[in-house]
């Protein structure tokens, strides 16, 4: 079974530009997650999924950051401009239930804002 | 509100040391606990987890048990193998939101 897929793995961008990442989870997997993990800190959620509608995006700077999963399977979280401070790793997870199910993280995008 | 607080590494210990990593966490009601595990170059995965008050998650010879009377969810290993070495996090689930600890590094030397 393929696991979840993100690209770009690397991301270098100077600060006001937008960027996007893409995610793919395991096929049949309802539900799908964002998470930022800044260096030395660990995985702060930023919205959730199930199919194609947003379960929680709570902790999403909406005035900057943006996702969608238009048909229930990939994903795009994009950035726009962006800030020094969104320097961090964007980790994708799917699991096959919803919130209570085991999630499958994905191998994360590096992101570097200069 | 809900947070996970968990000993700071790096841990270094020798082969077939015992492990204990302390995790605590602060949540209301009834969360869910979870160890996730990191080995070098790949992503996150779940480890174990436990449900309720009392339930012990066990995997790969790791265990930790819920305690709701210290609110702890310390993980546990009787022996360490140098391929246990990664970094290790805490995490608790709560209705639809998720909270991670800021992950210890371990690392195993032969």
């Known amino acids: 079974e393929a696991g979840v897929a993100q690209s770009p793995r690397y991301k270098i961008i100077e600060k006001r530009q937008s960027v996007a990442f893409w995610c793919n989870p395991i096929s049949g997997h309802a539900t799908l997650y964002w998470y930022q993990q800044i260096l030395g800190q660990g995985p702060k959620l930023l919205i959730q999924f199930q199919n194609n509608g947003v379960v929680d995006d709570s902790q999403l700077p909406k005035d900057r950051f943006s996702a969608e999963r238009l048909k229930g399977v990939d994903s795009t979280l994009k950035i726009q401009p962006a800030k020094l401070e969104d320097s961090a790793v964007y980790l994708c997870a799917s699991s096959l239930e919803g919130p209570g199910g085991t999630q499958y993280f994905g191998p994360g995008t590096r992101l570097l804002v200069l | 509100g809900d947070s996970v607080t968990q000993m700071e590494g790096p841990v270094t210990l020798s082969e077939e040391a015992f492990l204990t990593i302390n995790c605590t966490y602060t949540a209301t009601g009834y969360p869910s606990l979870f160890w996730y595990v990191q080995y070098p170059g790949e992503g996150l995965q779940l480890l174990l987890k436990?449900?309720?008050?009392?339930d012990k998650g066990s995997n790969k010879g790791f265990e930790a048990t819920y305690r709701k009377e210290t609110t702890s969810f310390h993980l546990e290993k009787g022996s360490v193998q140098v391929s246990d070495s990664a970094v290790y996090f805490c995490?608790?689930?709560?209705?639809?939101?998720?909270?991670f600890g800021t992950g210890t590094s371990l690392t195993v030397i032969p």
């Open positions: 436990a449900t309720k008050a009392d």
């Open positions: 995490a608790l689930r709560r209705g639809n939101q998720f909270y």
